[in-house]
Each structure stands twice: as C-alpha cells, then as structure tokens.
C-alpha cells in the first residue's frame, strides 16, 4: 500500500510540476521531514507544508487560505486520481483566469478530485459529509447559497475502493503494454 500511495503522489507531483503552470506545494499529513518529501522536494524543486490538525476540510480550508495568501488563485488537488493530467490542470486555471471563482473537477463517485478558488470560503469545508458520494451535491448548493460563479470540468474517477484499485491497474497494465510496443517498435527503426 505504500508503495502505491508513493507512487501516486510521485505522478501526481510530476504531472502538476511539468504542466508549468504555477508554483507547485505538497500538503502532507503527518511528517513534512520525511524521508520520501525530502526526496520529492529535491526531485522537483518545490515546497513541502504540513496540513494541520482536523479533519479533511479543515486541512483542504487551511491549505487554500495559506496558498491565496501568495497567490490570486489556487488549486487544490488530491494523488488518488490517475486521469488528472496537465491538460486539466490547464482547464482549471484557465477557468479561474477567465474571471470564474472557483472551478470544481468532479469525482464520478460524487466528490471531486480538484477545487480551484480565487477565495477561500469556510462554508465549502466544514461539516461537509467527506467520503461520501453527497459532497459534490453539497458543495454545489454551497456555492449557490454564497452567490459564487463556478465553473466545473469533465468528471474523472479517483482510487477510494478496491473497484476504483482493480480499474486503475486494468488502465496502468494498458498503459505498460502500449509503452513496450512503442520501445519494441522504436528497436526495430
């Protein structure tokens, strides 16, 4: 299981660091020092922070407040969604140049995999039913009831059960399979 969340967050730094949009931060939870951040920090060249007590909205509100402290927008984004590539990541932001105040990439599940804002709002993390299929519903009608302009992406998928673990290895095999057809094609040339 490490191995997969270490590789997850690998992919996900990756993908968000070559996309070059903007400055890139990883929030962990518990130990910033740890080995593996230290290695990652040195890899990529960013920052790493600790999220803080409570429970995820508490530490999602508290890494978006500190983020627009430095920043005219900021996007939040989990590991757990393999399909999130710098193309989405560019949708995001370009939403949130375009004038919106929050963009939203929608889990299939009903979360989502990644909120964009221009503000922080407190409304949008706390008691909010997180893990559940109902927090995307929840947070839509947040955002009306706070007047906000949103914008929302394409839906993805994101790895929470061993459905979600079999799908993203069916996917990563595909992926390893096309990757060797390619090296074999190449040899060949």
């Avoid at 997969?4 to 949009?21: D, G, H, K």
């Avoid at 929840?138 to 839906?155: F, M, N, P, S």
């Avoid at 990757?179 to 190449?186: K, L, R, V, Y």
Wanted: charged share 30%; hydrophobic share 45%.
């Amino acid at each position: 299981a490490t191995a997969l969340y270490r590789s997850w967050v690998r992919t996900t730094v990756e993908r968000a660091v070559t996309a070059r949009l903007a400055p890139v931060e990883l929030w962990t939870t518990p130990a910033v020092g740890h080995p593996y951040f230290a290695e990652l920090m040195t890899d990529y060249d960013l920052r790493v922070r600790p999220q803080g007590d409570g429970d995820l909205g508490r530490r999602m509100e508290r890494a978006l407040r500190l983020a627009l402290e430095e920043a005219s927008f900021a996007i939040l984004i989990g590991s757990d969604c393999p399909l999130m590539d710098g193309d989405y990541l560019e949708a995001a932001c370009a939403r949130l140049q375009d004038g919106m105040e929050m963009v939203i990439g929608p889990a299939e599940d009903g979360g989502y995999v990644l909120l964009g804002a221009r503000r922080c709002e407190t409304a949008l993390f706390r008691d909010m039913p997180w893990g559940s299929e109902r927090v995307l519903a929840h947070t839509r009608k947040r955002l009306l009831a706070l007047g906000c302009r949103w914008a929302e992406l394409d839906a993805l998928w994101d790895i929470d059960t061993a459905e979600d673990l079999r799908r993203w290895e069916a996917l990563a095999g595909q992926a390893a399979v096309r990757e060797m057809s390619m090296q074999a094609a190449d040899n060949r040339k």
